[in-house]
């Protein structure tokens, strides 16, 4: 009886590990090889201005999560991009998170927020016709190599026309984890360990064990 917990709890202490690795706990910052060589496909996609940024994005990895904010206007009929047409945004914007969804969450990156918008911006300064979004969201990325390995898949590109055609207007941008109240970790440490006793409880009834 006494192997049956020791099993049970080796199996859930091997499965948070597991959990531990695909969260990001050995994720290295970007090496010199892949600076370089994602440098060779963004030169083509940016302005000069633009590029030395994610240059710099690049080279300042610290191998730690980066959450992006996304705010977003949905368009009222959605637009035909490359010959692509959709009944609605919603259905546009389903087949863009078809593929990125599953590739996000094969890399350890989810989003830990989305809501919709109840009304327009009270305050908006600075920056013209900001006032009417649709929802926003905040997606992390376990790496800034994750964000990167998207957006210079080849397949990403084929889905990105549904983005274009279901939104209006948006900006994103990535920002550091200062203050991270969501912790998926502490979750998963907490579920585990309720299953974990739950179970225990049960093997030791089931045997008859007194617990001194």
């Known amino acids: 009886m006494k192997n049956k917990l020791t099993i049970l709890w080796v199996c859930i202490g091997a499965l948070y590990f597991s959990f531990l690795i695909w969260n990001g706990l050995f994720t290295s910052r970007l090496s010199a090889q892949e600076i370089e060589k994602y440098t060779k496909i963004l030169q083509q996609d940016y302005s000069d201005s633009e590029f030395q940024q994610m240059r710099s994005f690049m080279e300042e990895d610290d191998g730690k999560p980066v959450i992006m904010v996304n705010v977003i206007k949905t368009n009222d009929?959605?637009?035909?991009?490359?010959?692509?047409?959709?009944?609605?945004?919603?259905?546009?914007?389903?087949?863009?998170?078809?593929?990125?969804?599953?590739?996000?969450?094969?890399?350890?990156?989810?989003?830990?927020?989305?809501?919709?918008?109840?009304?327009?911006?009270?305050?908006?300064?600075?920056?013209?016709?900001?006032?009417?979004?649709?929802?926003?969201?905040?997606?992390?990325?376990?790496?800034?190599?994750?964000?990167?390995?998207?957006?210079?898949?080849?397949?990403?590109?084929?889905?990105?026309?549904?983005?274009?055609?279901?939104?209006?207007?948006?900006?994103?941008f990535p920002v550091s984890a200062d203050i991270h109240l969501v912790n998926l970790s502490l979750f998963i440490a907490m579920f585990l360990i309720v299953v974990g006793l739950t179970v225990s409880l049960f093997i030791v009834k089931k045997g008859n064990i007194k617990i001194r």
């Open 77 to 172: 009929i959605p637009k035909t991009v490359n010959g692509k047409t959709f009944s609605s945004s919603e259905e546009a914007l389903a087949d863009y998170t078809s593929f990125v969804g599953p590739f996000l969450i094969k890399r350890g990156s989810y989003p830990i927020f989305n809501g919709t918008s109840l009304m327009d911006a009270p305050e908006v300064w600075g920056i013209e016709n900001a006032r009417e979004w649709t929802t926003g969201s905040l997606v992390r990325y376990k790496s800034r190599r994750v964000m990167l390995e998207l957006s210079t898949n080849p397949e990403f590109k084929k889905f990105h026309d549904g983005k274009v055609a279901g939104i209006e207007k948006t900006f994103a």
